[in-house]
T-cell receptor, first 106, second 112 residues
């Protein structure tokens, strides 16, 4: 079993829908990162969390340390949100989830 | 502010050839990482350097060596390239566990 599991692996949504991507981990962590990678593109950091909740524009990230779970929410999704979303946990080194491929259709 | 710079962007090698992937950051970050990304496998850690002067193996270190030349630079060397090393390689850096990650743009390597 991977130490970091993301769900779903693939997600298709219609423009405007509310989207949730989940990340569960089985190790002790000092921080959790959410990253975004557009097709053929580089990797961009969206959030770094060690507790609670963060919001940036239409993106919201939450973490529950006791339950070892984090969620990334996208409100009012748009086709430009189509990308791979990656969860990574910091344990002294970084461990990545497999990624969630999101496609938002107009 | 250049951030994390990786060179080259593309490379084609023949089996058995050697090469070094270069990574430099100008943000005075302590930790630097090398990852490979393969279809369906996600990002896998090859080597990392928690601070200048230290390096540690990650999940898939075989066939690679690294050098943390100074605080800015962290290079990845393939001594004898194999087709299994065909991948996209990313370098990343961070100031520490409470700081965001910064990634380079990647190096697409093909070994024939």
């Amino acid at each position: 079993k991977n130490e970091v599991e993301q769900s779903p692996q693939n997600l298709t949504a219609q423009e405007g829908e509310f989207i949730t991507i989940n990340c569960s981990y089985s190790v002790g962590i000092s921080a959790l990162h959410w990253l975004q990678q557009h097709p053929g593109g580089g990797i961009v950091s969206l959030f770094m969390l060690s507790s609670g909740k963060k919001k940036h524009g239409r993106l919201i990230a939450t973490i529950n340390i006791q339950e070892k779970h984090s969620s990334l929410h996208i409100t009012a999704s748009h086709p430009r949100d189509s990308a791979v979303y990656i969860c990574a946990v910091h344990t002294g080194k970084l461990i990545f989830g497999q990624g969630t491929t999101l496609q938002v259709k107009p | 502010n250049a951030g994390v710079t990786q060179t080259p962007k593309f490379q084609v090698l023949k089996t058995g050839q050697s090469m070094t992937l270069q990574c430099a950051q100008d943000m005075n970050h302590n930790s630097m990482y090398w990852y490979r990304q393969d279809p369906g496998m996600g990002l896998r850690l090859i080597y990392y350097s928690a601070s200048e002067g230290t390096t540690d193996k990650g999940e898939v270190p075989n066939g690679y060596n690294v050098s943390r030349l100074n605080k800015r630079e962290f290079s990845l060397r393939l001594e004898s390239a194999a087709p299994s090393q065909t991948s996209v390689y990313f370098c990343a850096s961070t100031r520490g566990v409470d700081s965001p990650l910064h990634f380079g743009n990647g190096t697409r390597l093909t070994v024939t």
